[in-house]
């Protein structure tokens, strides 16, 4: 079995306790890290490989950046998301897992900070846009590799309205808007399997809660941290899961991890 999570941590400097006893008690055999919010000659990387993890990252300072952690040993195949060399925001890391015997069969995994794109009537809505179709290029890309893919992280993406606390809230937000959904459907459409909706088709069921308004405590929150399968990776499902364990904390992230089970 292979256990892939990922984590919104909302600045590791911040989360790093809440982070290393999450990675002791759930002991994810990848975890995939966004909004690290710290450049890479900043990541603590002897924390992390003492508790048996190799670390990669591509970081910002104070603000955006992802990281990846693996127990087995892994290789980086893309520090950016290809389709646009101008674009300098640290949001995509790509890596193959080298699952050693008897299993043996190569993960490739990558985790994602999408753009949150608000407020909708300013530049940041249009470059969310398109970069989801760069996204969606590449991942129909991947898809010709016939590979095991895990494409892991913060989408800033609600998928339907049963993914949102209050719709009517949430109406102008870039996370809810039909071309951000439309973009969404279309990586499902070319072979991606939300993992979450594979095992629970309906329900109400977040993994992000700001920290205004007392949402964690009313429970008014959004599904916006996905895991998509490739086909390969989908028929290895054996259960997927939402932690909400880390919100609970002091001083927590805003999200809180979400898992798969592949029986790789």
Not at 13 to 24: D, E, S, Y
Not at 196 to 213: E, I, K
């Amino acid at each position: 079995m292979l256990t892939i999570a990922s984590f919104n941590v909302n600045s590791l400097r911040v989360r790093m306790p809440h982070l290393t006893a999450w990675l002791k008690s759930a002991a994810p055999d990848v975890a995939l890290l966004q909004e690290i919010k710290c450049r890479d000659e900043e990541l603590p990387r002897m924390e992390f490989e003492a508790l048996g993890y190799q670390v990669s990252a591509v970081g910002q300072k104070a603000r955006h950046g992802v990281a990846l952690l693996s127990r087995a040993k892994h290789t980086i195949e893309q520090c950016t998301l290809p389709g646009d060399d101008t674009d300098d925001q640290a949001r995509y890391l790509e890596a193959v897992i080298h699952v050693p015997a008897p299993h043996g069969r190569p993960v490739r995994v990558a985790s994602i900070y999408l753009p949150n794109g608000n407020p909708i009537d300013t530049e940041k809505f249009p470059y969310k846009l398109r970069w989801m179709e760069r996204l969606n290029r590449h991942a129909r890309d991947l898809l010709a590799r016939e590979e095991i893919v895990v494409l892991g992280g913060d989408f800033n993406v609600c998928p339907t309205d049963e993914d949102v606390f209050d719709t009517v809230a949430m109406a102008d937000d870039a996370l809810c808007q039909s071309e951000t959904r439309r973009r969404w459907r279309e990586l499902c459409h070319i072979g991606y399997v939300d993992a979450l909706r594979a095992f629970y088709p309906s329900g109400r069921h977040y993994t992000f809660w700001d920290y205004q308004g007392a949402r964690w405590d009313r429970d008014e929150g959004l599904r916006i941290d996905h895991l998509m399968l490739s086909p390969q990776a989908a028929d290895l499902l054996d259960a997927v899961g939402i932690d909400r364990e880390p919100r609970k904390l002091d001083r927590p992230s805003d999200h809180t991890p979400v898992w798969v089970r592949l029986a790789a």
